[in-house]
C-alpha cells in the first residue's frame, strides 16, 4: 500500500505548497495593499500605540500626546489649539492629519530614518517605540500677539526672520480647534469638520500659506524694485502721477484713490509716489518696465513657485502674458497678480535682508525621543532679489511710508520700521482686501510681517487702518 | 579481503537500530526553550517582569513534556524521535499565543474598567496535562496497535454515537450556530474531535477487511476500472454521514474532513483510482447540494470569493485575519506587538492569524513546516509498518491531521472558503488538544512496531564482517 501512500503525500505536499504560497502572497505582495486599506485599523491602531512626539515652540509643546484609557492609547492634545492650527495642524481619527502632523507623521510617530539606530535599539530591547519631536521656528510672543490682534477679522499673519527665513509666526482668523478634530469620538469629530467645512469664512483653510489674495498696493515694492534694478531710475527720479491714468489702448482709466494727482504739475518722485502710494504713477512706471521686467523681479522675490515650509504654500502669481493695460493694473498688485502672506512676507524679508531672499522654513530642529538633535535646519538662500546697494534706497523709502507716507500706524517709538500699505479689490463687488507689509528694525530687521486682512470694506486706508497696527503689534512682540 | 577499511564500530555492536530517544531528549528541550523566551518576549514588550506564572507553567510543560518523554523511552523505544517534540513545540506555541492573548484581553478589560478575565492558558495547560495523561494511558494500554482491529465495528458504532452526540437533548450544545459542543458536569466537550480517530479505527479495520472486494473491478469504462455497484455501499454510507453532520450540526469542516479521510483511505486501501474520482464526484455533489440549500453555505463561499464588501459583518473575521496577516509582513510585528485581538476567535479558530501577525510569513511557514514535518513522519510509518491496518490506521491519522491543518489554514487565509476547525495542538479547546495528543500516541506507537528490530538470526552480512574483524 505504499504506493498510494506516497500518491498521497505528493497531493499533500502540493496543499502545504499552495498554503505557504498563498500567505506568501497575502504578507508579502498583498501586505501593502491590505494595509492602505480603508477600514484598516491596525495602521491607525499602531499609530496610536506610539506615544507620538511633541511640536514644540521653544521648549513648550503645543501639541503632545497623552496616554488615555480607551483602546487607542494615546490622545492628541493641543495647547492653545487654534492659535497654532496653522501650524500644527491637525490628527485625526477619520480626516487624517494636516499642517506639521502631516509633514512631520514620520519623525513624530518615531519611523524617520533618522531613528535608525534608536529602532534598532528598540528592537532588541523591545520597548514601546517613540517618536521624535519637531521644534518649530516659531516665537510664541509674535504668534500670541498676531492671534489676539487678529481676533474678530478675517485674515491671516505671516513672520519671518529676514536673516535666515524662520517663520516666525502664522497665524489666521477664523481658525479651528485641533483638539476636537483629534479626539477619539467619531461624531464629535464629524459634527465639528461638518461645521467647518459648512462655515462660509473656511476656517480649515490653512489662509496664512494658502489663501491667495491681489496685494494690491504692497506689490508697489516689487515694482519700485525692478524700477531701482532697470538703472533708469532713482527714489528721486520724477514720474507723471496725475489723477487719473489712461490705460495705453483703452478707455479705461486708473484712479488715485483719493482722486487728486500725486503732486504739483501731475509730478512726483518715486520716493514720495511709494509714499502715498500713487496708482497712476506707478501704473506709468509698470508700462515703462514692461511686465516681463515685473515678472522677473517678482519671481526672483518667490512669484510663480511653490515653497514647501515643509508645508505646501499656494503659488502666488504674476500674469503669463498681459497687455499693456494689464501690465499697468499688475504693476499695483491688481489684475491677475495674487500673493499669499507668506509670500508678501517674503518680499519684506527679501529687501529688509539687503536683497538676498532665505527660503522661508517652518521646522527648526527634529529630536529623537530622548530630545537629542538629530537634525537642525540650515538657512539657505533662495534668490539674490536685488543689489545691496538697491536694497539700501529700497529700505529707505518703506521707512519713509511709515514715517511719511500712509502707513503711518506701524509707526514705533525708537524703532525704524519700513512698511508698505495695500487695499485690493478681489472683484467688482467683493469688499476689499487690506494689507500692510513691514520690516523692522529698518536698519538690520529681526522681523519682516505681511498681514492681510480680508474682507475689510474700507478703500485704501484700510490697508493703514487696518493691518498696519496689527504689523505693529508683531513688531513690537519679536523686538520686545 | 575487502572489508579491511571496515570501521571497527559498525563490526562491535549487533544489528540494533538507534532508539534515538536522546534526540527526542534533546529537541524536547529546545521546543521548552523556544516557549519559555518566547513568553519572556510577551513579557518584554508589554514591559512586564516575568512573574512567577511565567516559571510556573514552564515547570509544568517542562514535567509534562518529560513524562511524555520518558513514557516513549519505557514503552515505545523505538519509536520515531520527531513526532514528540513537534507535537510538543506546537503545543507550546499555542500556549504562548494563548498566554499573549490573555494579557491583551486583560489589558483591555483594564483600560475599560472591566473585571478582568479568566486568563485561558491556565486551563489549556490543564488540558494539555489531560493530554499527556491520555497518550500516558495510550501508551501503557495499548502494547500492540494490532490490538484495535479486533474491536474494528465496536469503533464504528462509537464514532457514530460520538458523531451524533451533540445533538443529543440535555448534553448537546449549540455554540455560534454549530452544534458541536455535548455539556456534561461544567465541562464542554466535542465529541467529534475523538470521532475522527475512532472513525479512523474503523476505517482503517473495516477497510482492511474489504479491500479485496472493494478493489475488484466490474466495469472498464474510458480505461478506469469502476467498482462493483454494490461495493460502492460504505462509501455513500460516509457520504451521507458527512452530509448528516453538515445538515444537523451545520459544522461544514467536520463534514469535510469524515468525507476526504474515508476517500482517502479508500483509496489506500484499495489502490484504485476510481474510488478518488468516484468520492471526488460525491464531494462535489454534495458541496453543490449545500451551496444551493443552505443560506450559511453560500455565504461563507461568497465572502470567500470576495470579503471586502462583508468587511464590516459576515467578513469581519477574515477581513480581520488578513489585516493581521499584512500587518505581520515577512518578519512579524514580534510577539505581544501586533493586534492579534482584534481577530474574533483569535486564540481558537484564528490563531494562525494571530501567529502570522506577530511571527510574520516566516513564523507561519516554519509553523506549516513542523506540521508537514510531523504529517510526513507519521505517513512514514504507515509506509514502514508491516501490517496492513498499521499502515491504513497510520496513514488515516495522517491523514487527519493533514486535512485538519490544510482546511482551517486555507480557511483563515483565504485559500479556501472558511470552516470551523480547530488547528491541531495551537488552538485553545481540550477536545482537540486531547484528541491530537492521542493521535501521536497511536502514530508512535505503530512508529515504535516499525522500527523496532524483530528477534533476530543475525543476518548473513553481519555474519560476514564479523569473520573479517577476525581475519
Same mark, same amino acid.
Given at each position: 500500500?505504499?504506493?498510494?501512500?506516497?500518491?498521497?503525500?505528493?497531493?499533500?505536499?502540493?496543499?502545504?505548497?499552495?498554503?505557504?504560497?498563498?500567505?506568501?502572497?497575502?504578507?508579502?505582495?498583498?501586505?501593502?495593499?491590505?494595509?492602505?486599506?480603508?477600514?484598516?485599523?491596525?495602521?491607525?491602531?499602531?499609530?496610536?500605540?506610539?506615544?507620538?512626539?511633541?511640536?514644540?515652540?521653544?521648549?513648550?509643546?503645543?501639541?503632545?500626546?497623552?496616554?488615555?484609557?480607551?483602546?487607542?492609547?494615546?490622545?492628541?492634545?493641543?495647547?492653545?489649539?487654534?492659535?497654532?492650527?496653522?501650524?500644527?495642524?491637525?490628527?485625526?481619527?477619520?480626516?487624517?492629519?494636516?499642517?506639521?502632523?502631516?509633514?512631520?507623521?514620520?519623525?513624530?510617530?518615531?519611523?524617520?530614518?533618522?531613528?535608525?539606530?534608536?529602532?534598532?535599539?528598540?528592537?532588541?530591547?523591545?520597548?514601546?517605540?517613540?517618536?521624535?519631536?519637531?521644534?518649530?521656528?516659531?516665537?510664541?510672543?509674535?504668534?500670541?500677539?498676531?492671534?489676539?490682534?487678529?481676533?474678530?477679522?478675517?485674515?491671516?499673519?505671516?513672520?519671518?526672520?529676514?536673516?535666515?527665513?524662520?517663520?516666525?509666526?502664522?497665524?489666521?482668523?477664523?481658525?479651528?480647534?485641533?483638539?476636537?478634530?483629534?479626539?477619539?469620538?467619531?461624531?464629535?469629530?464629524?459634527?465639528?469638520?461638518?461645521?467647518?467645512?459648512?462655515?462660509?469664512?473656511?476656517?480649515?483653510?490653512?489662509?496664512?500659506?494658502?489663501?491667495?489674495?491681489?496685494?494690491?498696493?504692497?506689490?508697489?515694492?516689487?515694482?519700485?524694485?525692478?524700477?531701482?534694478?532697470?538703472?533708469?531710475?532713482?527714489?528721486?527720479?520724477?514720474?507723471?502721477?496725475?489723477?487719473?491714468?489712461?490705460?495705453?489702448?483703452?478707455?479705461?482709466?486708473?484712479?488715485?484713490?483719493?482722486?487728486?494727482?500725486?503732486?504739483?504739475?501731475?509730478?512726483?518722485?518715486?520716493?514720495?509716489?511709494?509714499?502715498?502710494?500713487?496708482?497712476?504713477?506707478?501704473?506709468?512706471?509698470?508700462?515703462?518696465?514692461?511686465?516681463?521686467?515685473?515678472?522677473?523681479?517678482?519671481?526672483?522675490?518667490?512669484?510663480?513657485?511653490?515653497?514647501?515650509?515643509?508645508?505646501?504654500?499656494?503659488?502666488?502669481?504674476?500674469?503669463?502674458?498681459?497687455?499693456?493695460?494689464?501690465?499697468?493694473?499688475?504693476?499695483?498688485?491688481?489684475?491677475?497678480?495674487?500673493?499669499?502672506?507668506?509670500?508678501?512676507?517674503?518680499?519684506?524679508?527679501?529687501?529688509?535682508?539687503?536683497?538676498?531672499?532665505?527660503?522661508?522654513?517652518?521646522?527648526?530642529?527634529?529630536?529623537?525621543?530622548?530630545?537629542?538633535?538629530?537634525?537642525?535646519?540650515?538657512?539657505?538662500?533662495?534668490?539674490?532679489?536685488?543689489?545691496?546697494?538697491?536694497?539700501?534706497?529700497?529700505?529707505?523709502?518703506?521707512?519713509?511710508?511709515?514715517?511719511?507716507?500712509?502707513?503711518?500706524?506701524?509707526?514705533?517709538?525708537?524703532?525704524?520700521?519700513?512698511?508698505?500699505?495695500?487695499?485690493?479689490?478681489?472683484?467688482?463687488?467683493?469688499?476689499?482686501?487690506?494689507?500692510?507689509?513691514?520690516?523692522?528694525?529698518?536698519?538690520?530687521?529681526?522681523?519682516?510681517?505681511?498681514?492681510?486682512?480680508?474682507?475689510?470694506?474700507?478703500?485704501?486706508?484700510?490697508?493703514?487702518?487696518?493691518?498696519?497696527?496689527?504689523?505693529?503689534?508683531?513688531?513690537?512682540?519679536?523686538?520686545? | 579481503?575487502?572489508?579491511?577499511?571496515?570501521?571497527?564500530?559498525?563490526?562491535?555492536?549487533?544489528?540494533?537500530?538507534?532508539?534515538?530517544?536522546?534526540?527526542?531528549?534533546?529537541?524536547?528541550?529546545?521546543?521548552?526553550?523556544?516557549?519559555?523566551?518566547?513568553?519572556?518576549?510577551?513579557?518584554?514588550?508589554?514591559?512586564?517582569?516575568?512573574?512567577?506564572?511565567?516559571?510556573?507553567?514552564?515547570?509544568?510543560?517542562?514535567?509534562?513534556?518529560?513524562?511524555?518523554?520518558?513514557?516513549?523511552?519505557?514503552?515505545?523505544?523505538?519509536?520515531?524521535?520527531?513526532?514528540?517534540?513537534?507535537?510538543?513545540?506546537?503545543?507550546?506555541?499555542?500556549?504562548?499565543?494563548?498566554?499573549?492573548?490573555?494579557?491583551?484581553?486583560?489589558?483591555?478589560?483594564?483600560?475599560?474598567?472591566?473585571?478582568?478575565?479568566?486568563?485561558?492558558?491556565?486551563?489549556?495547560?490543564?488540558?494539555?496535562?489531560?493530554?499527556?495523561?491520555?497518550?500516558?494511558?495510550?501508551?501503557?494500554?495499548?502494547?500492540?496497535?494490532?490490538?484495535?482491529?479486533?474491536?474494528?465495528?465496536?469503533?464504528?458504532?462509537?464514532?457514530?454515537?460520538?458523531?451524533?452526540?451533540?445533538?443529543?437533548?440535555?448534553?448537546?450544545?449549540?455554540?455560534?450556530?454549530?452544534?458541536?459542543?455535548?455539556?456534561?458536569?461544567?465541562?464542554?466537550?466535542?465529541?467529534?474531535?475523538?470521532?475522527?480517530?475512532?472513525?479512523?479505527?474503523?476505517?482503517?479495520?473495516?477497510?482492511?477487511?474489504?479491500?479485496?472486494?472493494?478493489?475488484?473491478?466490474?466495469?472498464?469504462?474510458?480505461?478506469?476500472?469502476?467498482?462493483?455497484?454494490?461495493?460502492?455501499?460504505?462509501?455513500?454510507?460516509?457520504?451521507?454521514?458527512?452530509?448528516?453532520?453538515?445538515?444537523?450540526?451545520?459544522?461544514?469542516?467536520?463534514?469535510?474532513? %469524515?468525507?476526504? *479521510?474515508?476517500? !482517502?483511505? $479508500?483509496? +489506500?486501501?484499495?489502490?484504485?483510482?476510481?474510488?478518488? /474520482? =468516484? #468520492? &471526488?464526484?460525491?464531494?462535489?455533489?454534495?458541496?453543490?447540494?449545500?451551496?444551493?440549500?443552505?443560506?450559511?453555505?453560500?455565504?461563507?463561499?461568497?465572502?470567500?470569493?470576495?470579503?471586502?464588501?462583508?468587511?464590516?459583518?459576515?467578513?469581519?473575521?477574515?477581513?480581520?485575519?488578513?489585516?493581521?496577516?499584512?500587518?505581520?509582513?515577512?518578519?512579524?510585528?514580534?510577539?505581544?506587538?501586533?493586534?492579534?485581538?482584534?481577530?474574533?476567535?483569535?486564540?481558537?479558530?484564528?490563531?494562525?492569524?494571530?501567529?502570522?501577525?506577530?511571527?510574520?510569513?516566516?513564523?507561519?511557514?516554519?509553523?506549516?513546516?513542523?506540521?508537514?514535518?510531523?504529517?510526513?513522519?507519521?505517513?512514514?510509518?504507515?509506509?514502514?509498518?508491516?501490517?496492513? %491496518?498499521?499502515? *491504513?490506521?497510520? !496513514?488515516? $491519522?495522517? +491523514?487527519?491531521?493533514?486535512?485538519?491543518?490544510?482546511? /482551517? =489554514? #486555507? &480557511?483563515?487565509?483565504?485559500?479556501?472558503?472558511?470552516?470551523?476547525?480547530?488547528?491541531?495542538?495551537?488552538?485553545?479547546?481540550?477536545?482537540?488538544?486531547?484528541?491530537?495528543?492521542?493521535?501521536?500516541?497511536?502514530?508512535?506507537?505503530?512508529?515504535?512496531?516499525?522500527?523496532?528490530?524483530?528477534?533476530?538470526?543475525?543476518?548473513?552480512?553481519?555474519?560476514?564482517?564479523?569473520?573479517?574483524?577476525?581475519?
Amino acid at each position: 500500500m505504499s504506493r498510494p501512500i506516497r500518491r498521497i503525500a505528493l497531493v499533500l505536499g502540493v496543499l502545504l505548497v499552495a498554503l505557504i504560497a498563498n500567505v506568501t502572497v497575502i504578507q508579502v505582495v498583498l501586505a501593502g495593499d491590505y494595509r492602505d486599506r480603508q477600514g484598516n485599523q491596525r495602521v491607525l491602531l499602531e499609530e496610536y500605540d506610539v506615544e507620538r512626539g511633541p511640536i514644540l515652540v521653544g521648549a513648550n509643546p503645543v501639541a503632545r500626546s497623552v496616554e488615555t484609557g480607551d483602546t487607542l492609547k494615546y490622545l492628541r492634545e493641543y495647547d492653545n489649539g487654534p492659535m497654532y492650527a496653522p501650524v500644527t495642524g491637525f490628527y485625526s481619527l477619520i480626516y487624517g492629519a494636516t499642517g506639521l502632523e502631516r509633514t512631520e507623521n514620520r519623525v513624530l510617530t518615531g519611523k524617520s530614518e533618522l531613528f535608525a539606530i534608536d529602532r534598532a535599539e528598540q528592537l532588541f530591547a523591545g520597548r514601546d517605540p517613540r517618536g521624535g519631536a519637531v521644534t518649530t521656528t516659531i516665537n510664541a510672543r509674535a504668534q500670541r500677539a498676531a492671534f489676539t490682534a487678529l481676533r474678530g477679522k478675517k485674515g491671516s499673519v505671516v513672520a519671518i526672520e529676514p536673516a535666515t527665513g524662520r517663520i516666525l509666526a502664522s497665524v489666521q482668523s477664523p481658525s479651528f480647534d485641533p483638539n476636537i478634530l483629534s479626539s477619539h469620538d467619531p461624531n464629535k469629530i464629524r459634527e465639528y469638520y461638518d461645521a467647518l467645512e459648512a462655515d462660509p469664512a473656511k476656517p480649515l483653510l490653512n489662509r496664512p500659506i494658502v489663501s491667495l489674495n491681489p496685494p494690491g498696493s504692497t506689490f508697489k515694492i516689487i515694482t519700485a524694485a525692478a524700477a531701482l534694478a532697470s538703472g533708469r531710475f532713482t527714489p528721486e527720479s520724477v514720474l507723471p502721477g496725475p489723477r487719473a491714468y489712461n490705460l495705453p489702448n483703452s478707455t479705461k482709466k486708473i484712479r488715485n484713490w483719493n482722486g487728486q494727482a500725486c503732486g504739483p504739475n501731475n509730478l512726483v518722485t518715486l520716493r514720495q509716489a511709494l509714499a502715498i502710494s500713487c496708482n497712476t504713477a506707478f501704473a506709468w512706471l509698470g508700462n515703462e518696465l514692461g511686465d516681463d521686467a515685473l515678472r522677473e523681479q517678482a519671481q526672483l522675490m518667490g512669484f510663480n513657485t511653490s515653497f514647501e515650509i515643509p508645508l505646501r504654500a499656494a503659488t502666488s502669481r504674476f500674469p503669463e502674458d498681459p497687455d499693456a493695460p494689464q501690465t499697468a493694473m499688475s504693476a499695483i498688485g491688481q489684475f491677475d497678480v495674487r500673493a499669499t502672506a507668506l509670500e508678501m512676507a517674503m518680499v519684506a524679508a527679501a529687501v529688509g535682508n539687503n536683497g538676498k531672499l532665505m527660503s522661508p522654513y517652518l521646522v527648526q530642529e527634529v529630536r529623537g525621543p530622548d530630545l537629542a538633535i538629530l537634525k537642525t535646519t540650515q538657512p539657505e538662500q533662495y534668490a539674490t532679489t536685488m543689489d545691496p546697494l538697491n536694497a539700501v534706497l529700497m529700505t529707505e523709502m518703506l521707512v519713509n511710508v511709515v514715517d511719511n507716507g500712509t502707513g503711518s500706524n506701524a509707526r514705533i517709538p525708537g524703532v525704524r520700521v519700513a512698511g508698505k500699505t495695500g487695499t485690493a479689490q478681489t472683484g467688482n463687488d467683493n469688499p476689499a482686501v487690506a494689507w500692510f507689509v513691514a520690516f523692522a528694525p529698518a536698519q538690520s530687521p529681526e522681523v519682516a510681517v505681511a498681514v492681510v486682512v480680508e474682507d475689510a470694506g474700507a478703500p485704501e486706508v484700510s490697508g493703514n487702518q487696518l493691518a498696519a497696527p496689527i504689523a505693529k503689534k508683531v513688531i513690537e512682540a519679536v523686538l520686545r | 579481503m575487502t572489508a579491511v577499511g571496515t570501521p571497527p564500530a559498525a563490526a562491535t555492536s549487533a544489528p540494533r537500530q538507534p532508539s534515538r530517544r536522546n534526540v527526542e531528549l534533546i529537541l524536547l528541550v529546545f521546543a521548552w526553550m523556544i516557549g519559555v523566551l518566547g513568553t519572556l518576549q510577551v513579557g518584554w514588550a508589554i514591559g512586564r517582569e516575568p512573574d512567577t506564572g511565567l516559571w510556573v507553567t514552564a515547570g509544568v510543560v517542562a514535567v509534562l513534556s518529560l513524562v511524555a518523554h520518558l513514557m516513549v523511552r519505557f514503552r515505545a523505544k523505538y519509536a520515531d524521535p520527531i513526532l514528540l517534540p513537534i507535537a510538543t513545540l506546537l503545543t507550546i506555541l499555542g500556549l504562548v499565543m494563548i498566554y499573549r492573548l490573555d494579557v491583551a484581553a486583560a489589558r483591555r478589560a483594564d483600560l475599560n474598567g472591566n473585571p478582568l478575565p479568566t486568563p485561558d492558558v491556565y486551563s489549556q495547560l490543564t488540558w494539555f496535562a489531560v493530554a499527556v495523561i491520555l497518550f500516558v494511558s495510550v501508551l501503557v494500554l495499548l502494547r500492540d496497535h494490532r490490538i484495535l482491529q479486533r474491536y474494528t465495528y465496536t469503533f464504528g458504532l462509537l464514532g457514530l454515537i460520538l458523531l451524533v452526540l451533540p445533538l443529543a437533548p440535555v448534553i448537546g450544545t449549540t455554540v455560534n450556530g454549530a452544534t458541536l459542543w455535548i455539556r456534561v458536569l461544567g465541562f464542554s466537550f466535542q465529541p467529534a474531535e475523538l470521532a475522527k480517530i475512532v472513525l479512523t479505527v474503523f476505517f482503517a479495520g473495516y477497510l482492511v477487511e474489504k479491500r479485496d472486494s472493494l478493489a475488484l473491478v466490474r466495469t472498464k469504462v474510458l480505461g478506469l476500472g469502476l467498482p462493483r455497484l454494490k461495493d460502492l455501499g460504505p462509501l455513500v454510507v460516509a457520504w451521507l454521514v458527512s452530509l448528516g453532520v453538515l445538515i444537523f450540526q451545520r459544522d461544514l469542516g467536520t463534514s469535510l474532513l %469524515f468525507f476526504g *479521510l474515508f476517500v !482517502a483511505m $479508500l483509496y +489506500i486501501a484499495t489502490q484504485r483510482r476510481s474510488w478518488l /474520482i =468516484i #468520492g &471526488g464526484l460525491l464531494f462535489l455533489a454534495g458541496a453543490v447540494a449545500a451551496y444551493y440549500m443552505f443560506g450559511h453555505v453560500r455565504l461563507r463561499v461568497m465572502v470567500w470569493l470576495d470579503p471586502w464588501p462583508y468587511a464590516s459583518e459576515q467578513g469581519y473575521q477574515i477581513v480581520q485575519s488578513l489585516y493581521g496577516l499584512a500587518n505581520g509582513g515577512i518578519l512579524g510585528a514580534g510577539l505581544g506587538q501586533g493586534f492579534p485581538n482584534l481577530v474574533p476567535f483569535a486564540n481558537t479558530d484564528f490563531i494562525i492569524a494571530a501567529l502570522g501577525e506577530e511571527l510574520g510569513v516566516t513564523g507561519l511557514i516554519a509553523i506549516l513546516l513542523l506540521y508537514a514535518l510531523l504529517i510526513e513522519r507519521g505517513l512514514r510509518t504507515a509506509i514502514s509498518v508491516r501490517d496492513s %491496518f498499521g499502515q *491504513l490506521l497510520a !496513514a488515516g $491519522l495522517s +491523514i487527519t491531521l493533514a486535512l485538519q491543518v490544510f482546511v /482551517i =489554514i #486555507g &480557511g483563515v487565509t483565504r485559500l479556501i472558503p472558511l470552516t470551523g476547525l480547530t488547528t491541531p495542538f495551537l488552538s485553545y479547546g481540550g477536545s482537540s488538544l486531547i484528541a491530537n495528543w492521542i493521535i501521536v500516541a497511536l502514530l508512535l506507537r505503530i512508529s515504535d512496531r516499525a522500527r523496532r528490530p524483530e528477534v533476530i538470526a543475525p543476518s548473513p552480512d553481519d555474519a560476514l564482517t564479523q569473520v573479517v574483524r577476525r581475519t
